[in-house]
C-alpha cells in the first residue's frame, strides 16, 4: 500500500468518527493555538519595544529616585530624591548631554463642561519635544517663561481632545485639572496607542505649576537626559551619576538614591519580561501537545484492537510488517497535522482578537506558523509509533482468531 493510499484511508477514518477524531485533536488543537497566539503577542511586543528605541532614540537616560530595581536591589525603595535643583546642576555642569528634562506626574480627572476623563498629568518643560519625541500639531508648547511664573497652561493629547471635545478645536478653551482651571494653549500630534502605552493620553503642563499648585510634591518622579551623540552614551551616564552623587552628598562608598538607565537597556528589560511570559505560556502549550500526543496515542490503540482482523487479514495476503506500520503511522500523523492547522487557525484568530480585547499588537510569524505545522507531524509520529509497531508485530493467524 502506498503513502497515497495510506493517506486516503486515514482520512476516511477520521471522517467515519468525526466525534472521536475531533475530541482525539482537541490537545493538539489547544497546544498548536496557543503556540500561535502567545508568539504573535511576543512578537507584537517586540515589535513595539524595537518602534519605541526609534522613536525615543537609543541615547536617550532615565533617571528616577531611589536604587536600581531592575538589578536585584530592592524592589521597595520609594524614597523621594530628585528635586529641581538636580535639574539646574545638570544643566550648568553637564558636558556630555544636550537637554535635561524634569518630570513629575500623576494621574488626575480633567473636566470641560460636562465632561470628564481620567489621564495622566505630566509636569515637564519644553525640552520634553526633543527627549520623548514628541511634536505640537495646534498651537503652542508652554515657554520656559511660563515655567518661571507657573502659568496654568495645558497641552492636550489627541486622546483626551477626543474624550473632552470631540471635533470642537480646544486651543484657548479653558479646563479643570483637580478643580484648577488651565488655558488649553494646543494639541500633541498624535503618536497612537502602543500596546498598553497610549502617549496620546495625556496632559502636558509646567512642571512648576505641577509641583506647587497641583500636586503639592517638591520632588520629581524623573529626569530625562539626550546625550549628545549615541557614542557618548556611556559617558553621559557616568557623567550624570558622578554630578548627581556630588550634588546629593552621597559617599562613593555608599548606595545611591537614584539610578541612571539608558533607553537601550530599559528596552531590553521590558523584552526579557515579555519573553519570560511568552516561555511561560509556550511551556502551558508544550504541556498541551503532549497531552494531545497521550490522546492520540489511546485512540490509536483502541484502533488497533478494533482492526485487529482487518490486520489479519491483510497479512495473510501478503501486506509486510512496513506497510501495517506505515499505515498506522499515517493515520497517527494525519490525525496530528490536521490538528496542527486547526490550531494554526485558531491561534490566528486568537491574535487578531487580542489587539481589540486587551489593546495589545500583536504579529502572527510564518515562521512559527510552519513550526507548529512540523511539532504537530512530529507528535503524529512519536505518538503514532507504539500504537503502529503493535500493530505490524501481530501473527496472522492470532490476528483472524481474535474476536
Known amino acids: 500500500m502506498g503513502i497515497l493510499e495510506s493517506l486516503a484511508n486515514a482520512l476516511s477514518a477520521l471522517l467515519a468518527n468525526k466525534l472521536r477524531s475531533i475530541l482525539t485533536m482537541l490537545g493538539v488543537i489547544i497546544g498548536v493555538g496557543a503556540i500561535i497566539t502567545t508568539t504573535s503577542i511576543g512578537e507584537g511586543a517586540k515589535a513595539d519595544i524595537t518602534e519605541r528605541i526609534q522613536t525615543l532614540g537609543a541615547n536617550i537616560l532615565a533617571v528616577r529616585p531611589g536604587q536600581d530595581r531592575f538589578r536585584g536591589r530592592s524592589s521597595a525603595d520609594t524614597r523621594k530624591s530628585l528635586t529641581v535643583k538636580d535639574i539646574a546642576a545638570l544643566q550648568e555642569r553637564g558636558k556630555s548631554f544636550d537637554y535635561v528634562t ?36 495646534n498651537g503652542r508648547f508652554f515657554t520656559d517663561n511660563d515655567i518661571r511664573y507657573r502659568q496654568r497652561f ?35 500630534k498624535e503618536k497612537g496607542a502602543s500596546g498598553w502605552r497610549n502617549p496620546d493620553d495625556r496632559v502636558f503642563i509646567p512642571y512648576s505649576t505641577a509641583m506647587k499648585r497641583v500636586f503639592g510634591e517638591e520632588y520629581l518622579s524623573s529626569i530625562s537626559i539626550q546625550a549628545n551623540d549615541d557614542k557618548l552614551l556611556a559617558t553621559a551616564e557616568t557623567e550624570v551619576t558622578d554630578l548627581l552623587r556630588k550634588q546629593h552628598k552621597i559617599p562613593v562608598n555608599k548606595a545611591l538614591d537614584f539610578h541612571v538607565r539608558n533607553q537601550a537597556e530599559f528596552m531590553e528589560t521590558l523584552e526579557e519580561s515579555t519573553q519570560t511570559f511568552t516561555n511561560m505560556i509556550l511551556g502551558i502549550a508544550v504541556v498541551s501537545l503532549i497531552v494531545g500526543g497521550i490522546g492520540i496515542m489511546n485512540i490509536m490503540l483502541v484502533s488497533v484492537t478494533e482492526r485487529t482482523k482487518e490486520i489479519g487479514l491483510r497479512k495473510a495476503v501478503g501486506a509486510q510488517r512496513t506497510d501495517i506500520l506505515v499505515q498506522f503511522l499515517v493515520e497517527s500523523t494525519t490525525l496530528a497535522l490536521v490538528g496542527g492547522i486547526i490550531g494554526i487557525g485558531v491561534g ?7 489587539p481589540s480585547l486587551w489593546g495589545w499588537n500583536t504579529v502572527v510569524s510564518p ?15 512519536f505518538f503514532g509509533a507504539y500504537p503502529a509497531w503493535k500493530a505490524a508485530k501481530l501473527h496472522p493467524i492470532d490476528a483472524l482468531r481474535h474476536e
Open 102 to 137: 524634569p518630570e513629575v506626574s500623576k494621574r488626575a480627572q480633567v473636566k470641560y463642561l460636562n465632561k470628564n476623563t481620567n489621564t495622566t498629568i505630566v509636569g515637564t518643560s519644553p525640552e520634553y519635544l526633543v527627549t520623548a519625541n514628541f511634536t505640537v500639531e
Open 154 to 188: 495645558c497641552v492636550l493629547g489627541k486622546t483626551v481632545v477626543d474624550n473632552l471635545f470631540g471635533e470642537t478645536d480646544p486651543v484657548g478653551k479653558t479646563v479643570k485639572i483637580r478643580n484648577i482651571s488651565f488655558q488649553v494653549l494646543g494639541v500633541m
Open 348 to 354: 490566528i484568530a486568537g491574535a487578531q482578537m487580542v
Open 367 to 381: 515562521i512559527y506558523g510552519m513550526l507548529s505545522f512540523i511539532v504537530s507531524a512530529l507528535v503524529g509520529i
